[in-house]
């Protein structure tokens, strides 16, 4: 079964403060994405990544960076952690061989940027 | 942009009853939906695929059908039970890239006994 695991469940940091979120995945997958959960809004994609050194921006990459030097660890950075960044952090991982595949979640980690 | 819009936040039936989610895409038709089920606390967890080209997919007690004349999937529980009882979530592939997955805003199930 592949387990993607989120280094943190909660994290609460002051405005200002550079924050990383570390994601690793076990299956060798290809692809790895960043996506904030915010209620009303859904799922929107940060950033992803479909290979070790590269990256595409999502829907709402700014405020965040991102960094794939391995492949099983993608980590998003926010550079300087604002309040408005507080929100349910989720990474998901899945197989570039197969457009279909489904992803594999985290089960997130839970910022409150105060 | 390719937006997907799931319309009801939140949908309460009794057990027993089929419960229908609704998921509405726009602009050009996705090669596929999938649908995923998310329960709190924790990260979405995937439960079927639909192609365009497939009117419906069913797996045990779920059915998830695609309507491309409507820009619509339809994703049906039979047999409802409490324990189905979740958020359920349908994403559709990028049109600049399809590893770039687009998820809608969920619909909430609530199923009382």
């Known amino acids: 079964d592949v387990k993607v695991t989120q280094s943190s469940r909660y994290l609460v940091k002051r405005t200002g403060e550079k924050v990383f979120l570390e994601c690793v995945q076990d299956?060798?997958?290809?692809?790895m994405f960043w996506y904030r959960q915010d209620p009303g809004l859904g799922l929107r994609l940060i950033y992803f990544?479909?290979?070790?050194?590269?990256?595409e921006k999502g829907d709402i990459p700014e405020g965040y960076s991102v960094s794939r030097e391995k492949k099983e660890r993608f980590s998003l950075i926010l550079e300087s952690a604002s309040t408005n960044q507080t929100s349910m952090y989720l990474c998901?991982?899945?197989?570039?061989?197969?457009?279909?595949?489904?992803?594999?979640f985290g089960n997130g980690t839970r910022l409150t940027v105060t | 942009s390719q937006k997907i819009e799931q319309n009801s936040e939140a949908l309460n039936i009794q057990e027993g009853k089929t419960a229908t989610l609704t998921c509405n895409y726009t602009n050009y038709s996705p090669a596929y939906l999938q649908w995923y089920r998310q329960d709190p606390g924790r990260g979405p967890v995937f439960l079927l695929l639909i192609r365009e080209n497939e009117k419906e997919k069913r797996k045990e007690r779920l059915k998830v059908t695609f309507d491309t004349t409507l820009k619509q999937s339809l994703f049906h529980i039979t047999a409802s039970q409490p324990a189905d009882s979740a958020t359920y979530l349908c994403a559709r592939p990028g049109y600049s890239s399809a590893s770039k997955i687009i998820f809608g805003s969920g619909t909430r199930l609530s199923i009382r006994p």
């Open positions: 990544s479909y290979d070790v050194k590269m990256k």
């Open positions: 299956m060798d997958h290809e692809n």
């Open positions: 998901a991982s899945s197989k570039r061989d197969r457009t279909e595949s489904p992803l594999h």
